[in-house]
Structures are given as structure tokens and as C-alpha cells.
């Protein structure tokens, strides 16, 4: 980093998908943004999490010039499988709701926002600690902050905090204004990244009575599996032995056969919940992705509201600056929080439909479970609410 600016337009707090996509989509409508980033560019870049990009997530990369590689490399899905009983139920997207989605890692999506901002010469300050943010309630609010030791200051017109689930920007909205919902599931998932060709072409979500599974890829050589765990299990509780036996119990036979395992180039536990805060913004303070919300990942929608939530905003934030109103920025947050309670919706559905309870639900939540099973196998409309659910709707 060479100069670290004094005034910008949009300050972004967190340089994830959130934030890096926010400045990029910034910059295509010629308003200034500046990126703190709390962590090295690396340890941003190389982080494992998502893999499923939805229709209209994959339209707005395009849109935004960040669709090339995804294009060449990910791998559109037409489809996706449950696993329960030894029996295999497909979801057709595209025969259902003329939808796909496209597999490609959150990894390889962040490369290549991070290539965007480097050839849109936005300014990235990675390692910023200590962040405060000062006149939040005001019309110019400023933010101090550390790097390697010395201190900094920047003016704003706007901040918007895109730092994760452990970000200090939602703080910043008075606790009287905020309601937050939440509901923590008593169970994590335990994912192995392995150097093996996937078991299957398209993703299966198993059901199986001694837990979840899920077989996904990023590419024909390496494969993404997660398993369900207890509560308070960690890595270590998970060498590689048991984590294949319990996947391969829980997938049908025919399916278990085929599974190539291989050797493990990265694991790890990740809980399962989700949290809502309401309202997404205050004043000149705005919120977007998982520093607002958070949801199990069993539908595959973290990322997907992160990419949808700065879409809205920068929409809004450039009709401000063409115009001078705040009408757009005013209903951001009502406009955002819409969409994300649909995705809530789906993935507490799939969560409650896909995972062990046992020990929570009894036999009246387990008899339901199997009968929502079995209504997506008989029934074409209860598959393309599925469908219409998981590939997501337009951005
Ligand atoms: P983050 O990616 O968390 O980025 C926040 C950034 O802010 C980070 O770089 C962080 O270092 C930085 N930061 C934090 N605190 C500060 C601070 N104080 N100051 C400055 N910077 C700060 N989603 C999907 O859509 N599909 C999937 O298939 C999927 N699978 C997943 C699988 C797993 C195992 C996990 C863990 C998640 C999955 N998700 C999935 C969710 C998805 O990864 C997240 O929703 C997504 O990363 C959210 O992006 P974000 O930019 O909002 O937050
Ligand atoms: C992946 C992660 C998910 O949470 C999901 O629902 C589907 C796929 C993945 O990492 O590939």
C-alpha cells in the first residue's frame, strides 16, 4: 500500500466478497472507496468457505466484468440430489425453474476481486486494527485506525460495514434501535477439502439416521465434503479415518462404492446458525453480508446475500451521488432485509429437513422430517419450490 488516503467517498470496513465487490461495483459508477481490511491479503485470499454461486449472483459477476474465470472454470449444475433410504431424489433446476447455479469456490471469487481492485487502483489497507468510527450520527463521519504502529485518519461521506460475523461496525448502530432474531442449531459440520475426484457430477445432501452429509467439488480433482458433528466437537475429534467412515455410511450404497478417498488438504468445524439484526443501517452507517446476517450453510446463501446486499447498496449509493437523494439509501435496509429473511426461511428449511436432532426432536419432528422427504419425491411442485428456493431469485 502506498499512500493511505486522507478523504474517500465510501469508506468499507472488511475486504471480503462483501466489501472488495461493494468497491468494484463503486467504482464502475465513478464513486471513490477506500477498503480497511483487519487481516493480510493473503490469509484473506486463501480462505476456504463457500462454493455454490446462485443464477443471480453469477449474472451480476458477468455484469461487473468478474465473470470470465468463473465462466472457464466453475461448473454449472442443473441440479442437485437428496440422499435418504438408499434412495436418490433430483432437484432439475433447469428442467423446473430454467435456473442453474455454477460451482466455484469463494477462494478463486475473491482472486479475482481482488485482481479488479488492484486494476481499478482502489486503495486496500490490509493489517487496519483498532478501527473506530467517529460521528456515525452526523454528515461527516471519520474513521481512526492503526497500521504497523502509526496512526491514521479518514474522511467519509459514507461507511459501510461489510466485516463479518465478528465485525465491530453493527456496535455502531445504537442498541436501542437494534432487534436481533436468532436460533443456534445443536450440531456443527465438519469439512475435509481433498485431493480426489468428486463421488458424483452433481452435489448430494444426504439425510441418514446417524447424521448429515453433503459431497460437493471445486473441480475434477478436488473435492468438498462435509459431515455433521456434535456440538462442541473439534478438528481433533475428527481424524481423517472417521471423517470418511461416517460419509460413507450415510450416503446411499451405490453412491458410497464409488467414493475415491484422498489426502486432506484442509479441515474444518463450522457451527451452524442463524442471526438476523434489523434495521441494516443508521444514518450514514450502512451493513451488508455476514456482518448484518448469518445462516447455516446448508442452503448455500451466505455468500450469495453478501454479493446481493452490495448490490442494492451500491445502486443506492449511486443514486446519490447522480442525484443528491437519499431516498435509495433510506429503504437499503428494508430492501436488503426482505431477501435475506427468504434465504433464512430456505436454509432453516433444508437445515431442519437434512440434519440428526436426536436428543431435540422426537418422533413427531422425525416422522415430519421423513414426510417432507418423501412430498419432494412425489410431488413435481414441492420440487420447484425447491428449486426456485436454492438456485435463488434475480438480484
Ligand atoms: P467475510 O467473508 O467474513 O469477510 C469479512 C471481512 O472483514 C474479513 O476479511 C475479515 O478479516 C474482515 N474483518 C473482520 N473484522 C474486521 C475489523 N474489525 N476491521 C476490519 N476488517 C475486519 N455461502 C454461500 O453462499 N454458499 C456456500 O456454499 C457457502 N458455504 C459455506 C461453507 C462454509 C464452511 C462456511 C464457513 C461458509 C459458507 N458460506 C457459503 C458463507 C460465506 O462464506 C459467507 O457468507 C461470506 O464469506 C460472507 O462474506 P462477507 O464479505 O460478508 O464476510
Ligand atoms: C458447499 C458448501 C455449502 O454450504 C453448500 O450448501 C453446498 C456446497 C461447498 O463448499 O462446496
Given at each position: 500500500?502506498?499512500?493511505?488516503?486522507k478523504?474517500?467517498?465510501?469508506?468499507?470496513?472488511?475486504g471480503?466478497?462483501?466489501?472488495?465487490?461493494?468497491?468494484?461495483?463503486?467504482?464502475?459508477?465513478?464513486?471513490?472507496?477506500?477498503?480497511?481490511?483487519?487481516r493480510?491479503?493473503?490469509?484473506?485470499?486463501?480462505?476456504?468457505?463457500?462454493?455454490?454461486?446462485?443464477?443471480?449472483?453469477?449474472?451480476?459477476?458477468?455484469?461487473?466484468?468478474?465473470?470470465?474465470?468463473?465462466d472457464?472454470?466453475?461448473?454449472?449444475?442443473?441440479?442437485?440430489?437428496?440422499a435418504?433410504?438408499?434412495?436418490?431424489?433430483?432437484?432439475?433446476?433447469?428442467?423446473?425453474?430454467?435456473?442453474?447455479?455454477?460451482?466455484?469456490?469463494?477462494?478463486?471469487?475473491?482472486?479475482?476481486?481482488?485482481?479488479?481492485?488492484?486494476?481499478?487502483?482502489?486503495?486496500?489497507?490490509?493489517?487496519?486494527v483498532?478501527?473506530?468510527?467517529?460521528?456515525?450520527?452526523?454528515?461527516?463521519?471519520?474513521?481512526?485506525?492503526?497500521?504497523?504502529?502509526?496512526r491514521?485518519?479518514?474522511?467519509?461521506?459514507?461507511?459501510?460495514?461489510?466485516?463479518?460475523?465478528?465485525?465491530?461496525?453493527?456496535?455502531?448502530?445504537?442498541?436501542?434501535?437494534?432487534?436481533?432474531?436468532?436460533?443456534?442449531?445443536?450440531?456443527?459440520?465438519?469439512?475435509?477439502?481433498?485431493?480426489?475426484?468428486?463421488?458424483?457430477?452433481?452435489?448430494?445432501?444426504?439425510?441418514?439416521?446417524?447424521?448429515?452429509a453433503?459431497c460437493?467439488?471445486?473441480?475434477?480433482?478436488?473435492?468438498?465434503?462435509?459431515?455433521?458433528?456434535?456440538?462442541?466437537?473439534?478438528?481433533?475429534?475428527?481424524?481423517?479415518?472417521?471423517?470418511?467412515?461416517?460419509?460413507?455410511?450415510?450416503?446411499?450404497?451405490?453412491?458410497?462404492?464409488?467414493?475415491?478417498?484422498?489426502?486432506?488438504?484442509?479441515?474444518?468445524?463450522?457451527?451452524?446458525?442463524?442471526?438476523?439484526?434489523?434495521?441494516?443501517?443508521?444514518?450514514?452507517?450502512?451493513?451488508?453480508?455476514d456482518?448484518?446476517?448469518?445462516?447455516?450453510?446448508?442452503?448455500?446463501?451466505?455468500?450469495?446475500?453478501?454479493?446481493?446486499?452490495?448490490?442494492?447498496?451500491?445502486e443506492?449509493?449511486?443514486?446519490?451521488?447522480?442525484?443528491?437523494?437519499?431516498?435509495?439509501?433510506?429503504?437499503?435496509?428494508?430492501?436488503?432485509?426482505?431477501?435475506?429473511?427468504?434465504?433464512?426461511?430456505?436454509?432453516?428449511?433444508?437445515?431442519?429437513?437434512?440434519?440428526?436432532?436426536?436428543?431435540?426432536?422426537?418422533?413427531?419432528?422425525?416422522?415430519?422430517?421423513?414426510?417432507e422427504?418423501?412430498?419432494?419425491?412425489?410431488?413435481?411442485?414441492?420440487?420447484?419450490?425447491?428449486?426456485?428456493?436454492?438456485?435463488?431469485?434475480?438480484?
Open positions: 500500500m502506498s499512500e493511505i488516503p478523504r474517500t467517498q465510501v469508506t468499507i470496513i472488511g471480503g466478497p462483501a466489501g472488495s465487490l461493494l468497491a468494484h461495483l463503486l467504482h464502475l459508477e465513478g464513486i471513490e472507496s477506500v477498503i480497511l481490511e483487519l493480510t491479503r493473503q490469509h484473506v485470499l486463501e480462505r476456504v468457505r463457500a462454493g455454490v454461486i446462485e443464477h443471480g449472483s453469477a449474472e451480476v459477476l458477468r455484469e461487473a466484468g468478474l465473470g470470465n474465470r468463473m472457464q472454470e466453475g461448473f454449472i449444475h442443473e441440479g442437485v440430489n437428496l435418504f433410504d438408499e434412495r436418490l431424489i433430483r432437484i432439475d433446476f433447469m428442467g423446473l425453474v430454467g435456473k442453474y447455479v455454477i460451482i466455484y469456490g469463494q477462494t478463486e471469487l475473491q482472486k479475482d476481486l481482488y485482481q479488479a481492485i488492484e486494476t481499478g487502483i482502489i486503495p486496500l489497507v490490509d493489517e487496519a483498532g478501527i473506530e468510527i467517529h460521528d456515525v450520527g452526523g454528515d461527516r463521519p471519520s474513521i481512526s485506525f492503526l497500521r504497523q504502529g502509526n491514521h485518519a479518514l474522511d467519509c461521506d459514507f461507511v459501510v460495514g461489510c466485516d463479518g460475523v465478528h465485525g465491530i461496525t453493527r456496535d455502531y448502530i445504537p442498541k436501542s434501535l437494534v432487534q436481533s432474531f436468532e436460533r443456534t442449531y445443536p450440531f456443527v459440520w465438519v469439512g475435509v477439502l481433498s485431493s480426489s475426484p468428486p463421488v458424483a457430477d452433481e452435489l448430494i445432501y444426504a439425510n441418514h439416521e446417524t447424521g448429515f453433503l460437493s467439488m471445486r473441480n475434477k480433482q478436488l473435492s468438498r465434503y462435509y459431515v455433521q458433528g456434535s456440538a462442541d466437537d473439534q478438528i481433533e475429534d475428527w481424524p481423517d479415518d472417521r471423517f470418511w467412515e461416517a460419509l460413507k455410511t450415510r450416503l446411499p450404497q451405490g453412491v458410497s462404492e464409488r467414493l475415491v478417498t484422498g489426502p486432506t488438504i484442509e479441515k474444518l468445524v463450522t457451527p451452524l446458525h442463524s442471526w438476523v439484526a434489523e434495521p441494516m443501517s443508521f444514518r450514514r452507517l450502512f451493513l451488508a453480508g456482518a448484518a446476517h448469518v445462516v447455516p450453510p446448508t442452503g448455500a446463501k451466505g455468500l450469495n446475500l453478501a454479493i446481493s446486499d452490495v448490490v442494492y447498496l451500491a443506492a449509493l449511486a443514486d446519490h451521488y447522480r442525484t443528491g437523494s437519499m431516498t435509495g439509501l433510506d429503504s437499503y435496509s428494508k430492501a436488503a432485509l426482505a431477501r435475506v429473511w427468504r434465504a433464512v426461511r430456505f436454509s432453516w428449511w433444508m437445515t431442519t429437513m437434512m440434519h440428526d436432532f436426536s436428543g431435540m426432536a422426537d418422533d413427531f419432528d422425525r416422522r415430519l422430517q421423513r414426510t422427504l418423501e412430498y419432494l419425491a412425489a410431488s413435481e411442485n414441492a420440487r420447484r419450490a425447491m428449486a426456485e428456493g436454492y438456485v435463488g431469485p434475480s438480484v
